[in-house]
């Protein structure tokens, strides 16, 4: 069974720096793009970025470039979010994501971030 | 970068009534293009895939169509169960950007 396990739930100050963990199983994490999609409070899902964990190829959406770096980690089957300076406005559900026949049929349960002084 | 628009934003309906919610690309999209479900505290799913293919499992009221830059999801005779919000997203070449969603409500 295809599985994405995503880190728990984190509450950060401005400007600290934060990285979140999406762990798969149950298939070959080399062979499959991951991504992170965006869903703020009451609102839709933005995409972030993606990355192909073989190569570490990472193409990120316009606005996200710079602001957070996507990688993987292929011993542990493993893809991270990072922050390095978070701000308030940050604070969000966050969710990796693999692509199946069209679209991402298999989703992280999701890391809550919470950014606030 | 291509714009995914959907509309309605939101929709009131009753229990077995029509609904059809559209999503148009400000550029072709051949049919890269798919349909999620996502409930109040809940993950999204995969409903329609590309454009018209109906996700395993995924009852056979949902159905999608269009090709290029127009696309509509339909389900045919709404049920409670079905109160959602429903995006699409593009995939044919990053970003995969979603809609703005629909919210799906019973009247």
């Known amino acids: 069974e295809v599985q994405l396990v995503q880190s728990g739930a984190e509450v950060k100050k401005p400007g600290e720096s934060l990285k979140i963990s999406c762990k798969t199983s149950?298939?070959?994490?080399?062979?499959?793009?991951i991504a992170w999609v965006r869903q703020m409070p009451g609102k839709g899902l933005e995409w972030m970025g993606i990355?192909?964990?073989?190569?570490?190829?990472?193409r990120y959406g316009p606005s996200f470039q710079g602001q957070v770096t996507i990688s993987a980690d292929k011993s542990i089957s493993t893809a991270y979010l990072q922050w390095s300076s978070l701000k308030a406005s940050d604070s969000a559900m966050y969710y990796c994501?693999?692509?199946?026949?069209?679209?991402?049929?298999?989703w992280g349960q999701g890391t809550l971030v919470t950014v606030s002084s | 970068d291509i714009q995914m628009t959907q509309s309605p934003s939101s929709l009131s309906a009753s229990v077995g009534d029509r609904l059809t919610i559209t999503c148009r690309a400000s550029q072709g999209i051949d049919n890269y293009l798919t349909w999620y479900q996502q409930k109040p505290g809940k993950v999204p799913k995969v409903l329609i895939y590309?454009?018209?293919t109906l996700q395993s499992g995924v009852p056979s009221r949902f159905s999608g169509s269009g090709s290029g830059t127009d696309f509509t999801l339909t389900i045919s005779s709404l049920q409670p169960e079905d109160v959602a919000t429903y995006y699409c997203q593009k995939y044919n070449s990053a970003p995969w950007t979603f809609g703005q969603g629909t919210k799906v409500e019973i009247k």
């Open positions: 149950g298939y070959s994490f080399t062979n499959y793009w």
């Open positions: 994501a693999r692509p199946g026949l069209g679209g991402f049929d298999t």
């Open positions: 590309a454009a018209s």
């Open positions: 990355i192909y964990p073989d190569d570490s190829d990472t």
